[in-house]
């Protein structure tokens, strides 16, 4: 994890040289059409103060995120892109070059989050780094071909035009995506593949909006000037407000979900902290199987669920340890707990993975063989985060043993690498936040 905790600052490191650079080269030279400069940073820094949430230098978000929200500030990403691909404005030809578009975008970004950081809730390092890199790499491939004349001069102003700002931005989008998994993949530890994996099924989100509406934004401002920016940040804004009230509805989701997996804790049918400790260490070996976005969700809310069908029992399991009871009686309890979920209301595909944890696992869909695995480790280790190395790996062999019929080898496989990771290190922090 040490080098991998260093990209973070590597990033932040060249983001910050090259925009001392580009203020330095843009004080120095003076703002080419200053007018138009003025417009696009006025963009940047409305789109900053709309932004739908922080986005801290240390902590992994949630683990239903979708990850087309890591853009909290679409109007302003979509401006940044905008200014990078501007080859002209009411058919006037542009100058402002590559350090001019990020100096404006940094200076405009800046001024967006001062309000958020005199609420103590600001934007972090790592997102303003991404914006800057990523509006620095657009420019830098799209100003020299077209100040120099190369580009209208091979592709002209047609839909061969349009195309290759096209292409820039999806060349731009991508960037942004390995950037951002670079920096996920250091704060959580999580394969990388996956976590790039989660960010490039992000494009096909909100991602997808901010790409198209800044290259309308950089063709209608070529054609319209800078007035055409106000109408054109109007749908975005819109979907802005849309997908702020979404994500309302998520979290709120979730946190019912959380408060439902507490009440076998309360009740005392659980040991404390079992059930978040089960969802987080269940998340991050779905992570190393390869499972994102929703898949992820789904597994996190059936693992927070799982044990919710000891509420039905007139005996309480001692120590809520189920993985040592008889399959029969496994098999009763987690039918129970499917009946409970239907009736709260959680989507259907969770009670389904509640009451197939205990089937053999080739009868399983994957997120019920992973909470079956996961459930199992905890109870065997017994005291969680407390317990030594020595119950860790009996808990383990044990598991390596149940592989004939109970548990599935690749799952084990998996939670075993996601241990040697340090993964319980990650699991006793989510449970104890």
Sequence with gaps: MTSGAAVPRVLRAAALLLGLVALGATFWHGLAEPGTALAFGTLVAAGELARWGAAPDAGAPAVDEDPGESEPAPLGAAGALAY??????????????????VAVVLAGALAGIVPHIARGRGPGRDHLARRVLTAGFAALCFQPLYNTGVLTEHLGQGPAYVLFLLLLLVLTAL???VLAALVLRARTGHPYGSVLRDELHGLLGIRSAVCATGAVMALAVAAAGPWALPVLAVPLLLTQVSHRRYAAVRTVNRQTIASLARATEIAGCTAPGHAHRVAALS??????MGLTGPELT????????HDIGQLSLVDPVPGGATAQLPAEEQRRIALLGGEVVRRTGVPAAVALVV??????????????RIVRVVNAYDDLVGAGADAGAGAALGALERLRLGTARDYHPDVVECLARVLA?????????AASG
Excluded: F, I, K, N
């Design 84 to 101: 990078a691909l501007l080859g002209a404005s009411a058919g006037t030809p542009t100058t402002h070059g590559v350090l001019q578009t």
């Design 175 to 177: 960037c942004d995506a």
């Design 283 to 288: 998340t991050a070996v779905g992570r190393e």
């Design 298 to 305: 789904l597994l996190e809310h059936a693992a927070l669920m």
């Design 355 to 368: 009451e197939r944890q205990a089937d053999p696992y080739h009868e399983q869909p994957r997120a019920a």
């Design 421 to 429: 990771r340090g993964g319980a290190a990650g699991v006793t922090s």
